[in-house]
């Protein structure tokens, strides 16, 4: 009976560079470290802004199982279809009426891993509550998970920090997304959930969040609308890799990366 589960979750891929990033390196990490489970956010996979068909079977023969995303995932005008067509591509599951879904149950060997998506409201799009929504969720769907990985694509470490409390001990793990620069607070909370406020990124991390400098500084600088694009200065990839175990659901151990 499998009693633990380790796991790999990546910060946002930006672009053609994050992409190379989850080809070049991501079969490797995944032997190395015997990962069963690997989660990637693709909201800016697409040249920055969204993700696309191609992408989405890129990403799945690159060794990815489940594709979270956040705000961008809209960008991309076949977003609906896309949404409705594969149940591993998620959007926040607080959007109030969209497409798709915002959860993944995902079954290795019998065992049930709940992969949930949310939204921040703090400096973003007032979508529904992501501490209703997801407790909602775990007393229906997801009720009878092993474990349960949230990805919180927020930009508020409070809010970030605020959700994984409220929720210590009922979700194995929250990892934030959407900063795109990784945090240092990785830890295990008291009632044993994983916690890092941000996975970081794939892709030029010499940038300014992913996208090359020269543009959005003159964006910043000069106040004008100047189009940018994802950086290939210093490509990194950048997540947690997680053992969680599937009988307390609690996670065991969590650990940065940026490789
Ligand atoms: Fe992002
Ligand atoms: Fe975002």
């Not at 997304?177 to 990124?201: C, N, R, S, W, Y």
Request: net charge negative.
């Amino acid at each position: 009976m499998l009693e633990e589960l380790n796991i790999v979750m990546l910060g946002d891929v930006i672009g053609a560079p994050g992409l190379e990033q989850v080809f070049v390196k991501l079969n490797h990490l995944k032997k190395k470290e015997r990962i069963s489970l690997a989660i990637a956010n693709g909201e800016n996979s697409d040249d920055g802004f969204g993700i696309t068909q191609q992408i989405v079977g890129s990403m799945i023969s690159y060794g990815i199982d489940v594709i979270t995303s956040g705000n961008h995932i809209w960008s991309n005008r076949d977003a609906e279809e896309l949404l409705n067509d594969y149940d591993y591509l998620l959007r926040p599951a607080n959007y109030p009426e969209a497409a798709g879904k915002g959860y993944f149950i995902k079954t290795i060997n019998d065992k049930k891993i709940g992969v949930v998506n949310l939204m921040g409201r703090y400096f973003m799009t007032p979508i529904d509550c992501p501490f209703q929504t997801l407790n909602k969720l775990l007393k229906s769907e997801l009720k009878n998970c092993d474990a349960i990985i949230v990805d919180f694509h927020a930009e508020s470490n409070s809010e970030k920090q605020a959700l994984a409390m409220e929720f210590d001990g009922r979700i194995s793990l929250l990892a934030g997304t959407h900063t795109h620069v990784q945090t240092a607070d990785e830890k295990i909370l008291p009632k044993g959930t994983g916690f890092i406020a941000d996975l970081g990124m794939c892709g030029g991390i010499d940038s300014v969040i992913g996208m090359e400098k020269e543009g959005i500084l003159e964006k910043i600088v000069t106040q004008t609308t100047v189009p940018f694009k994802p950086s290939k200065d210093n490509c990194k990839l950048q997540g947690i890799i997680a053992n969680i175990s599937l009988t307390s659901k609690k996670t065991n151990s969590i650990g940065r990366f940026s490789i």
